[in-house]
Nanobody, 120 residues
């Protein structure tokens, strides 16, 4: 029905930057919330940044001042700009979205994840 595909992960040195993208496709009537989560090795998945369709944005304390979430509703895409990266940011980053489909269903959709590795 609806798919999310993340891209932009990779290996970066501490202090560097990466930009993640997440594009939604399928039978989409409207994208509602778009969020980024991450899961480090041996850790629970945690919310990093969230964006509602009306523009409300929230960040985890660990992301404030360094990460920026943005979205392009026309392209059904959400971005996560990550600056001043630290080794503790190393994780698999997942995109999550809530979507209203063309047949009026409300879905929660997750992407497959993209690995971000920050070397010290």
């Amino acid at each position: 029905q609806v798919q999310l595909v993340e891209s932009g992960g990779g290996l970066v040195q501490a202090g560097g930057s990466l930009r993640l993208s997440c594009a939604a496709s399928g039978r989409i009537f409207r994208i509602n919330d778009m969020e980024w989560y991450r899961q480090g090795s041996g850790k629970q998945r945690e919310l990093v940044a969230a964006s509602t369709r009306v523009g409300t944005i929230n960040y985890a304390d660990s992301a404030k001042g360094r990460f920026t979430i943005s979205r392009d509703n026309a392209k059904n895409t959400v971005y996560l700009e990550m600056n001043s990266l630290k080794p503790e940011d190393t994780a698999v980053y997942y995109c999550r979205s809530t979507v209203t489909t063309t047949d009026s269903r409300y879905l929660e959709v997750w992407g497959q994840g993209t690995l971000v590795t920050v070397s010290s």
